[in-house]
């Protein structure tokens, strides 16, 4: 089944075409990389498709049901996460308090049952705090859960995040740029648990990425954008020989070489 | 020890003191107690709209105001009763505050700011000068409410009546804060972006921010008009809307014990420093400064350092949750 489609995806800043009829399908429960140059509009495209971008062209379907022009949160609501290029944990937040937030379209409290707290609510909270600890056992960061969330180093707010755009069940998440500046070791770590979470949690990913390493490893299918346009498609091992792909990065092949032996 | 100075103990030890404050004081303590209360109100509504959702608004004087001339007018022009017409000012209020959040899903920042000291302005503009309807600049005087069958004077029962409120909106409020709603205040004010992206609606949760400030302003002006049996423009000026500020900057922002420390500490100061007639408000601007420079994340943040039991989550149910949680119990 289809999870995640983008039709002629079209967006406009000023003179500049970000994004120009850019279609692809990601099957149900398949990690699919996105990789590009720099400015190519992948992070537009992830904007276009979450919501937060209104394309000029082209629609954006969700297990089948067209969600284009819809507002974020609505489209968060109906199954879609989304993590960010720079980490945007809520700093006045601990850990555990952020995964809580991540609760808020599943939690129906409402301003009158919170100022009076009844017993629904209380349960409520004891239910959300449950499972926001269970996904950070998830990720292996429960023994964070009462740090504010910016004590944290850069590589660990990243996994916070993930496990809070986890903690709502999405049918798909789109990462940003998971693996920027972290670590060998780190990188292995996080191979792994996108793994878990495709295969343990049922999601499929969306993941820009400009370390060919993790796509490598980690990706079912790639696709490759330049210059707002998708200029090929297909398992990695196929996008990496492919002459368009090896132009676009042009003194970047030795180096995505190099890193993925 | 600490935790006997936690913040519960004091809070409630501040109620019980102001409760006992009309057996022994004197009218013009009373007076300023009940000006304290009516002070802890305007600093908890601002700084669940401006410390928690983020919202840089500088029109709480005029809500304030909204809320006293709407109770007023009410009682001088149509004879509505004080119990009614109170209500119907704080509504007003509340509702003038709802229609802001419409401006402020479009701007934010110093936008905000200048849009809403604009709006607070022109508060000001209409107390002053639709003279037929507010009296103009003298301001106008309004009937003393009456507490029949209780045994009270007005003044004691405006006194008892703003710290029923006052405690009751407090405990809302930090309710309110602890809940999935403060989590979303929160939420909106660390980053609008991810906040949507979580399925936050922006325009709900500023709206109930926005509302809630309203009304908060909205009851205290609504008190203060009895408390003073007068009202007029200058009560509801750009001084009185930095004072609400400063409250909440002195004490700690995105806090509410804060809220009611820099209530407190700045009301009690003010009065200090009223022997100084002219130069009362340099000497004020001076302290503030002190206390901007020596505790730039306000008094709170500096007791937080020092004593237990004075964090505040934001929610409910505390402690580490998990099985994890039982085993560690077992010796
Ligand atoms: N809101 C915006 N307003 C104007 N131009 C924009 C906006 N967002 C993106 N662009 C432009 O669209 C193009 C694509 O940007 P985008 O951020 O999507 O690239 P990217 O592929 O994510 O790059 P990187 O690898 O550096 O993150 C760039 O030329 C950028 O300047
Ligand atoms: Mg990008």
């Known amino acids: 089944m289809t999870m995640l489609e983008a039709r002629g995806l079209g967006i406009g800043f000023g003179g500049v075409r970000a994004l120009d009829d850019v279609s692809f399908a990601v099957r149900e429960g398949e990690i699919r990389g996105i990789i590009g140059p720099n400015g190519a509009g992948k992070t537009t495209l992830l904007n276009v498709i979450c919501g937060l971008v209104r394309p000029d062209a082209g629609e954006v379907l969700l297990a089948g049901e067209p969600i284009t022009g819809l507002k974020p949160n609505v489209i968060a609501g ?16 601990t850990v555990l308090e952020n995964l809580m937030t991540g609760l808020h379209g599943e939690t129906r409290a409402g301003l009158f049952a919170a100022a009076f707290g009844g017993r629904a609510m209380l349960a409520e909270e004891e239910r959300a705090r449950e499972k926001a600890w269970k996904a950070l056992e998830f990720v292996g960061m429960e023994r964070f859960w009462d740090r504010p969330a910016q004590a944290l180093s850069f590589g660990q707010q990243r996994v916070v995040e993930i496990a809070r755009t986890l903690i ?44 060919i390493r993790l796509v490598m490893g980690v990706c079912d299918r790639v696709t490759v954008l330049q210059g707002g346009v998708v200029i090929a498609e297909g398992t990695p091992d196929a996008v990496i020989e492919d002459a368009r792909v090896i132009e676009a990065y042009l003194g970047r092949r030795v180096d995505a070489r190099r890193r993925a032996s | 020890m600490s935790r006997l100075l936690g913040r519960r103990t004091l809070l409630a030890l501040g109620v019980a003191a102001l409760a006992a404050v009309p057996t022994f004081a004197n009218p013009y303590v009373v007076f300023v107690g009940n000006q304290l209360m009516l002070y802890v109100i305007l600093a908890v509504g601002l700084n669940i709209l401006v410390g928690y959702a983020g919202q840089l608004a500088f029109a709480n ?41 419409w401006p402020a899903l479009r701007l934010s920042g110093l936008y905000l700011a200048l849009a809403t000291l604009a709006f607070a302005q022109f508060t000001l503009w209409v107390f002053l000068h639709w003279e037929s309807v507010t009296f103009g600049a003298g301001g106008f005087k309004v009937p003393p409410p009456s507490f029949a069958p209780l045994p009270l004077p007005s003044n004691l029962g405006i006194y008892y009546l703003s710290l029923l409120a006052m405690a009751a909106l ?95 500490t700045l009301t009690l100061i003010l009065e200090a420093l009223r022997e100084f007639k002219s130069t009362q408000e340099i000497a004020f601007g001076a302290l503030l400064l002190v206390f901007v420079i020596f505790m730039p994340d306000g008094i709170v943040a500096a007791l937080k350092q020092r004593l237990q039991g004075w964090e505040e989550p934001l929610r409910r149910v505390r402690g580490r949750p998990g099985a994890a949680a039982g085993a560690e119990a077992r010796p």
């Open chain 2, 61 to 101: 004087a005029a809500m304030f105001g909204i809320g006293a001339y709407g109770t007023g007018l009410l009682q001088v022009h149509f004879g509505v009763p004080y119990y009614a017409a109170a209500p119907a000012g704080a509504l007003l209020a509340m509702l003038i505050g709802l229609a802001m959040a």
């Open chain 2, 170 to 264: 407090v405990a809302i409020a930090w309710n309110v804060v602890r809940s999935r709603i403060g989590r979303a205040f929160v939420a909106i004010r660390d980053g609008e972006v991810a906040a949507q992206a979580l399925g936050i609606d922006l325009f709900r949760y500023k709206a109930i921010a926005f509302g809630m400030s309203g009304l908060y302003a909205g009851i205290a002006g609504a008190l203060h008009s009895a408390l003073l049996n007068y009202v007029s423009p200058e009560g509801f000026d750009l001084f009185q809307m930095v004072l609400h500020k400063a409250m909440i900057v002195v004490g700690g922002l995105g806090s509410l014990a804060g809220s009611v420390v820099g209530a407190t």
């Open chain 1, 78 to 93: 109906r199954g879609l996460g989304r993590t960010f290029q720079t980490s945007q944990l809520f700093r006045g937040m």
């Open chain 1, 168 to 211: 709502s069940e999405p049918k798909v998440v789109l990462l940003d740029e998971p693996a920027v500046g972290l670590s060998l070791n780190r990188l292995a770590e996080l191979d792994r648990l996108l793994r878990r979470i495709r295969d343990e949690r049922g999601v499929t990913l969306v993941m820009i990425e400009h370390v």
